[in-house]
């Protein structure tokens, strides 16, 4: 997903907006404008005309935007029409400028997307030059790490266990001057990460903690992501119909992978490592069960009270290994709870945070960059919740009230010396959108990418 070379042919692909129609119908030809009048073209979101030469090759192309209502209730629009545009090289004219801009030209190339491991290469589509007053290679860097996050996702389980997702991880190192260490198996005992160890145990492929470092100057940010590669929900074995999508349980390291690619790409300045306890939730003579006691590397105690609750075991060690360097900001993604998409539905990114800078940042942020999110409160009175008494803490607390907030606040009591960040993610893009289609999608990355140079720095 890149940008033609600024000196490729392209053919110019006019977006117009429902209420700029007059006048740019004004602004056109008098042949080319009674043309689009004749055949209806009205601006709406997805509409797009194809306007031929006397040759008969395409001359131009329109595509709509819709009303300035229509677009807020549909990010990312004009990927729409431009995704049903023939294969062929084309550059955009219109009058967007600003975070527009950015986010249409985005929009361009996240419609060059695909995921073709498994079938036949599709055709090609159609693919686009930057827009004049974009930061392409800033552009370029955000659509191959949300490429990343997709592909990873995508992928299934029998093709991405712990050990693939951590090469995934050692080639991204690679790619940018990182480094990377690997704890496999029981050496996860050896250093006391005793959570992951345990819920990944039951399974034929060894758990791992993934330890990614880049950058020696600047604030210091550690990126958590869950890395359940699949959730058969252990003992408390999910339903069929409830497994189907576990192999996006690994949406939060997915997310923080590809945001890692962003940041290096970019270069910016910071020190930023990247924890992925990388485990499948397994059922075997060996898997742990509802009613263990286990204890955390933090020396907290954890009464299973559902091993399906296995996602915040694994952060759980993984937090408090970040937590124990006091970093200057740690932030987690998993696909934790199905509470959270309950609450928002699949297309916001929930977040909690102990961190006024960044409650207020990644709000405008998420608005900014077309990321939406929404923070969730950190409600101490539900800390009763997930205390059982017999242990510190509770991994399932019985009720089944506020499941996204109390697993927040579990997560919590693993980090004492950083300001904290948690995002509740989907991870999984249930229908068609434009530049999202069907399937695995990075959720809460871009919003953070872009609050993080104001954030850091205060």
């Known amino acids: ?49 194809l306007a031929p030469d006397e040759a008969g090759r395409i001359a131009c192309a329109f595509a709509g935007l819709g009303s300035a209502d229509q677009r807020r209730r549909k990010r990312m629009a004009l990927a729409e029409a431009a995704a049903g545009l023939p294969a062929g090289n084309y550059h955009l004219e219109s009058t967007l400028d600003g975070a527009a801009l950015d986010e249409a030209a985005l929009a361009l190339l996240l419609t060059g997307y695909r995921f073709d491991r498994y079938r036949a290469a599709s055709e090609d589509g159609p693919r686009f030059a930057a827009p004049a007053g974009v930061d392409a290679a800033r552009l370029e860097a955000i659509a191959a790490g949300e490429g990343l996050t997709r592909d990873l996702i995508n992928t299934p389980a029998n093709d991405m266990g712990p050990q693939e997702l951590a090469a995934a991880a050692t080639r991204l190192a690679e790619d940018h001057g990182a480094a990377v260490e ?58 069929g119909g409830s497994m189907a999508l576990m192999k996006k349980d690994m949406g939060g390291a997915a997310t923080v992978l590809g945001l890692a690619r962003m940041i290096m790409a970019l270069g910016l300045e910071m ?107 950190f409600h101490d009175p539900y800390e009763a919740m997930i205390e059982p008494g017999i242990a510190d803490l509770d991994n399932a607390p019985a009720g089944g009230f506020a499941g996204s907030i109390t697993a927040a606040l579990f997560l919590r009591r693993f980090v004492e010396a950083a300001p904290y960040t948690h995002f509740d993610i989907y991870g999984w893009q249930p229908a068609p959108a434009p530049a999202r289609p069907k399937g695995g999608v990075g959720q809460g990355a871009r919003a953070l990418l872009q609050a993080l140079p104001g954030v850091l720095s205060s």
């Open 271 to 377: 020190q930023l490592r990247v924890l992925i306890p990388a485990v499948e939730n397994a059922v075997s003579g060996d898997a742990f069960r509802p009613g263990d006691i286990l204890t955390s590397r933090k020396g907290l105690t954890v009464e299973i009270n559902n091993t399906d609750a296995e996602g915040r075991l694994v952060l759980a060690d993984a937090l408090a290994l970040a937590d124990e360097e006091a970093p200057d900001r740690i932030v987690s993604f998993a696909t934790l709870t199905g509470a959270a998409r309950a609450a928002v539905g699949p297309d916001i990114a929930p977040f909690y945070t102990t961190d006024d800078a960044m409650a207020e940042a990644l709000p405008r942020a998420g608005a900014q960059v077309g990321d939406p999110v929404w923070q969730m409160p």
């Open 1 to 49: 997903m890149k940008f033609l070379s600024p000196e490729t042919p392209t053919i110019p692909l006019h977006a117009v907006a429902a209420e700029d129609l007059e006048a740019h119908l004004d602004s056109l030809p008098a042949p080319r404008a009674a043309w689009l009048r004749a055949t209806g073209f009205a601006g709406r979101v997805g509409e797009l005309h």
């Open 182 to 239: 690997i704890t496999e198996g029981a050496d996860l005992l050896t250093r006391n990460l005793p959570l992951i160890h345990t819920v990944g145990r039951a399974a034929a492929r060894a758990p791992r903690l993934i330890d990614l470092r880049w950058g020696d100057t600047g604030p210091r940010l550690t990126l958590v992501g869950k890395g359940v590669i699949f959730d058969t929900g252990g003992l408390n074995l999910k339903p």
